[in-house]
Protein backbone atom coordinates (compact mmCIF):
# COMPACT_ATOMS: atom_id res chain seq x y z
CA UNK A 1 0.00 0.00 0.00
CA UNK A 2 1.65 3.56 -0.72
CA UNK A 3 1.27 6.53 1.23
CA UNK A 4 -1.37 7.97 -0.29
CA UNK A 5 -3.85 4.68 -0.25
CA UNK A 6 -2.68 4.10 3.34
CA UNK A 7 -3.88 8.18 3.81
CA UNK A 8 -7.03 7.91 2.05
CA UNK A 9 -7.75 4.37 4.21
CA UNK A 10 -6.95 6.48 7.12
CA UNK A 11 -9.61 8.93 6.08
CA UNK A 12 -12.20 6.17 5.27
CA UNK A 13 -12.36 7.71 1.87
CA UNK A 14 -10.73 4.91 -0.05
CA UNK A 15 -11.49 3.13 -2.60
CA UNK A 16 -12.75 6.40 -3.78
CA UNK A 17 -16.79 6.24 -4.30
CA UNK A 18 -16.85 9.57 -6.25
CA UNK A 19 -19.85 8.03 -9.09
CA UNK A 20 -18.41 7.97 -12.89
CA UNK A 21 -20.88 10.45 -14.68
CA UNK A 22 -21.53 12.28 -11.68
CA UNK A 23 -20.63 16.21 -12.42
CA UNK A 24 -18.48 17.59 -9.43
CA UNK A 25 -19.72 20.55 -7.65
CA UNK A 26 -19.18 23.99 -9.03
CA UNK A 27 -17.51 26.35 -6.77
CA UNK A 28 -15.80 29.60 -7.92
CA UNK A 29 -13.48 31.74 -6.11
CA UNK A 30 -14.58 34.82 -4.17
CA UNK A 31 -14.48 37.60 -6.34
CA UNK A 32 -14.02 40.09 -3.92
CA UNK A 33 -12.69 39.72 -0.69
CA UNK A 34 -14.68 40.54 2.72
CA UNK A 35 -12.93 43.36 4.06
CA UNK A 36 -13.35 45.89 6.53
CA UNK A 37 -14.54 48.42 3.95
CA UNK A 38 -17.72 45.49 2.43
CA UNK A 39 -18.41 45.13 6.23
CA UNK A 40 -19.06 48.72 6.74
CA UNK A 41 -21.31 48.90 3.78
CA UNK A 42 -23.96 46.32 5.71
CA UNK A 43 -26.71 47.50 8.23
CA UNK A 44 -24.89 48.18 11.27
CA UNK A 45 -28.21 48.70 13.33
CA UNK A 46 -29.03 45.15 11.91
CA UNK A 47 -25.71 43.74 13.08
CA UNK A 48 -26.27 45.24 16.71
CA UNK A 49 -29.52 43.63 16.68
CA UNK A 50 -27.75 40.32 16.04
CA UNK A 51 -25.29 40.67 18.65
CA UNK A 52 -27.85 40.62 21.23
CA UNK A 53 -29.96 37.52 19.94
CA UNK A 54 -30.55 33.80 21.44
CA UNK A 55 -30.24 30.76 20.05
CA UNK A 56 -34.37 31.21 19.49
CA UNK A 57 -34.49 34.79 18.05
CA UNK A 58 -31.21 34.14 16.04
CA UNK A 59 -32.69 31.26 14.03
CA UNK A 60 -35.87 33.13 13.79
CA UNK A 61 -34.31 36.21 12.21
CA UNK A 62 -32.22 33.79 9.67
CA UNK A 63 -35.50 31.89 8.63
CA UNK A 64 -37.29 35.41 7.72
CA UNK A 65 -33.83 36.96 6.64
CA UNK A 66 -34.71 39.04 3.48
CA UNK A 67 -31.35 41.43 3.62
CA UNK A 68 -29.44 40.33 0.56
CA UNK A 69 -30.82 39.03 -2.95
CA UNK A 70 -29.53 35.73 -2.26
CA UNK A 71 -33.16 34.47 -0.53
CA UNK A 72 -35.43 35.33 -2.95
CA UNK A 73 -33.35 32.66 -5.17
CA UNK A 74 -33.44 29.93 -2.76
CA UNK A 75 -35.87 27.70 -0.78
CA UNK A 76 -35.23 27.99 2.18
CA UNK A 77 -32.52 29.53 4.78
CA UNK A 78 -29.83 26.77 6.07
CA UNK A 79 -28.96 27.94 9.39
CA UNK A 80 -26.75 25.49 10.60
CA UNK A 81 -26.97 22.08 12.94
CA UNK A 82 -25.09 20.25 15.75
CA UNK A 83 -24.36 20.27 19.11
CA UNK A 84 -24.94 24.26 20.22
CA UNK A 85 -22.48 23.59 23.07
CA UNK A 86 -19.94 21.87 20.47
CA UNK A 87 -15.85 22.30 21.10
CA UNK A 88 -15.87 21.59 17.26
CA UNK A 89 -17.18 24.10 14.92
CA UNK A 90 -17.07 23.33 11.40
CA UNK A 91 -17.65 26.33 8.89
CA UNK A 92 -18.48 25.94 5.28
CA UNK A 93 -19.63 28.08 2.69
CA UNK A 94 -22.85 28.12 1.63
CA UNK A 95 -25.53 25.56 1.05
CA UNK A 96 -25.65 23.91 -2.33
CA UNK A 97 -28.88 22.43 -4.25
CA UNK A 98 -29.01 19.49 -1.61
CA UNK A 99 -28.90 21.40 1.39
CA UNK A 100 -31.76 23.91 -0.12
CA UNK A 101 -33.99 21.23 -0.63
CA UNK A 102 -33.43 19.70 3.09
CA UNK A 103 -32.92 22.55 5.03
CA UNK A 104 -29.59 20.92 6.39
CA UNK A 105 -25.68 22.08 5.80
CA UNK A 106 -23.44 19.52 4.11
CA UNK A 107 -25.55 16.92 2.68
CA UNK A 108 -25.08 15.31 -0.44
CA UNK A 109 -21.71 13.77 -1.81
CA UNK A 110 -19.66 16.90 0.29
CA UNK A 111 -21.59 16.25 3.41
CA UNK A 112 -20.74 12.18 3.02
CA UNK A 113 -17.23 13.36 2.62
CA UNK A 114 -17.37 15.91 5.39
CA UNK A 115 -19.13 12.85 7.34
CA UNK A 116 -15.85 10.62 6.47
CA UNK A 117 -13.43 13.27 7.85
CA UNK A 118 -15.07 13.71 10.67
CA UNK A 119 -14.90 10.02 11.73
CA UNK A 120 -11.70 9.85 10.68
CA UNK A 121 -10.77 12.47 13.57
CA UNK A 122 -13.47 10.31 15.88
CA UNK A 123 -15.86 13.22 15.71
CA UNK A 124 -19.43 12.60 14.67
CA UNK A 125 -21.67 15.71 13.22
CA UNK A 126 -24.06 16.17 16.42
CA UNK A 127 -21.51 15.34 19.23
CA UNK A 128 -19.70 17.93 20.19
CA UNK A 129 -19.65 19.51 16.37
CA UNK A 130 -21.36 22.37 14.81
CA UNK A 131 -21.67 22.97 11.75
CA UNK A 132 -22.27 26.04 10.16
CA UNK A 133 -21.93 27.99 6.96
CA UNK A 134 -21.12 31.84 5.73
CA UNK A 135 -23.90 32.48 3.81
CA UNK A 136 -27.17 30.59 4.63
CA UNK A 137 -29.17 31.29 1.46
CA UNK A 138 -28.31 29.09 -1.67
CA UNK A 139 -26.45 31.05 -4.28
CA UNK A 140 -27.80 30.76 -7.81
CA UNK A 141 -26.13 27.91 -9.52
CA UNK A 142 -23.92 26.86 -7.08
CA UNK A 143 -21.52 30.08 -7.83
CA UNK A 144 -19.68 31.93 -4.43
CA UNK A 145 -21.51 33.99 -2.72
CA UNK A 146 -20.78 37.85 -3.61
CA UNK A 147 -18.65 39.84 -0.92
CA UNK A 148 -21.98 41.94 -0.05
CA UNK A 149 -23.59 38.61 -0.05
CA UNK A 150 -21.21 37.86 2.68
CA UNK A 151 -20.93 40.73 4.44
CA UNK A 152 -24.82 40.97 5.19
CA UNK A 153 -24.58 37.20 6.25
CA UNK A 154 -21.79 37.22 8.01
CA UNK A 155 -23.03 38.73 11.43
CA UNK A 156 -25.36 35.53 11.82
CA UNK A 157 -22.22 33.45 11.44
CA UNK A 158 -20.46 35.44 14.45
CA UNK A 159 -23.13 35.25 16.78
CA UNK A 160 -23.40 31.45 15.91
CA UNK A 161 -19.93 31.02 17.11
CA UNK A 162 -20.12 33.75 20.57
CA UNK A 163 -23.35 31.29 21.37
CA UNK A 164 -21.20 27.77 20.70
CA UNK A 165 -18.00 29.24 22.24
CA UNK A 166 -16.08 26.61 19.91
CA UNK A 167 -12.11 25.57 21.29
CA UNK A 168 -11.22 25.07 17.51
CA UNK A 169 -13.00 26.39 14.06
CA UNK A 170 -12.37 24.45 11.07
CA UNK A 171 -12.64 26.68 8.10
CA UNK A 172 -13.42 24.62 5.08
CA UNK A 173 -12.58 26.37 2.05
CA UNK A 174 -11.40 29.75 0.85
CA UNK A 175 -14.62 31.65 1.37
CA UNK A 176 -14.63 30.48 5.05
CA UNK A 177 -11.41 31.29 5.68
CA UNK A 178 -11.69 34.59 4.50
CA UNK A 179 -14.49 35.68 5.73
CA UNK A 180 -13.69 34.86 9.23
CA UNK A 181 -10.04 36.00 8.73
CA UNK A 182 -10.69 39.35 6.69
CA UNK A 183 -8.40 37.90 4.06
CA UNK A 184 -8.08 37.25 0.73
CA UNK A 185 -5.51 34.52 -0.10
CA UNK A 186 -5.84 30.74 -1.22
CA UNK A 187 -6.34 27.93 0.98
CA UNK A 188 -2.94 26.53 0.05
CA UNK A 189 -1.33 29.64 1.29
CA UNK A 190 -3.46 29.73 3.91
CA UNK A 191 -3.28 25.61 5.04
CA UNK A 192 -0.83 24.63 7.14
CA UNK A 193 -0.79 26.72 10.14
CA UNK A 194 -2.67 27.60 13.08
CA UNK A 195 -5.18 30.69 12.70
CA UNK A 196 -7.05 32.81 15.01
CA UNK A 197 -10.34 33.86 15.13
CA UNK A 198 -10.97 36.64 18.37
CA UNK A 199 -8.72 34.31 20.43
CA UNK A 200 -10.12 31.30 19.09
CA UNK A 201 -7.64 28.76 17.03
CA UNK A 202 -8.66 28.35 13.32
CA UNK A 203 -7.12 25.59 11.07
CA UNK A 204 -8.24 26.45 7.21
CA UNK A 205 -8.25 23.20 4.90
CA UNK A 206 -10.28 22.59 1.38
CA UNK A 207 -13.90 22.41 1.27
CA UNK A 208 -14.99 18.17 0.71
CA UNK A 209 -16.56 19.92 -2.41
CA UNK A 210 -13.21 20.54 -3.98
CA UNK A 211 -12.04 17.57 -2.83
CA UNK A 212 -14.63 15.61 -5.17
CA UNK A 213 -12.70 17.08 -7.51
CA UNK A 214 -9.47 16.68 -6.70
CA UNK A 215 -8.95 13.89 -4.27
CA UNK A 216 -5.06 13.94 -4.16
CA UNK A 217 -5.42 16.95 -1.72
CA UNK A 218 -7.17 14.63 0.40
CA UNK A 219 -3.59 13.61 1.93
CA UNK A 220 -3.31 17.50 2.89
CA UNK A 221 -6.48 17.76 4.58
CA UNK A 222 -5.63 15.21 6.50
CA UNK A 223 -2.92 16.74 7.61
CA UNK A 224 -4.89 19.97 8.50
CA UNK A 225 -7.44 17.81 10.68
CA UNK A 226 -4.22 16.37 12.44
CA UNK A 227 -2.98 19.71 13.21
CA UNK A 228 -6.55 20.33 14.90
CA UNK A 229 -6.36 17.38 16.66
CA UNK A 230 -3.27 18.53 18.12
CA UNK A 231 -4.59 21.89 18.59
CA UNK A 232 -7.81 20.66 20.80
CA UNK A 233 -5.36 18.17 22.56
CA UNK A 234 -3.10 21.04 24.15
CA UNK A 235 -6.23 23.71 24.75
CA UNK A 236 -7.50 20.41 26.81
CA UNK A 237 -4.34 19.86 29.13
FE1 LIG B 1 -30.20 36.89 4.90
FE2 LIG B 1 -27.91 35.53 4.80
FE3 LIG B 1 -29.97 34.70 3.34
FE4 LIG B 1 -28.69 36.94 2.66
S1 LIG B 1 -27.82 34.85 2.67
S2 LIG B 1 -30.93 36.68 2.79
S3 LIG B 1 -28.11 37.79 4.70
S4 LIG B 1 -29.86 34.77 5.60
Known sequence: ???????????????????????????????????????????????????????????????????????????????????????????????????????????????????????????????????????????HDNRAPHADEIASCLPYLQRQIELVQPKLIVALGKTAADALLGRDDTIASMRGKLHDYRGIPLVATYHPAHLLRTPLDKAKVWEDLCMAVATMSATEK
Open 1 to 139: MNREEAVLRELNLYPLWQQRGQPAPVMAPVEVPVTEKTAAGSDKGREQLVRELDWPKLKSMVSECTACGLRAGCTQTVFGSGDEQADWLFVGEGPGADEDAQGEPFVGQAGKLLDNMLAAIKLKRDKNVYIGNVVKCRP
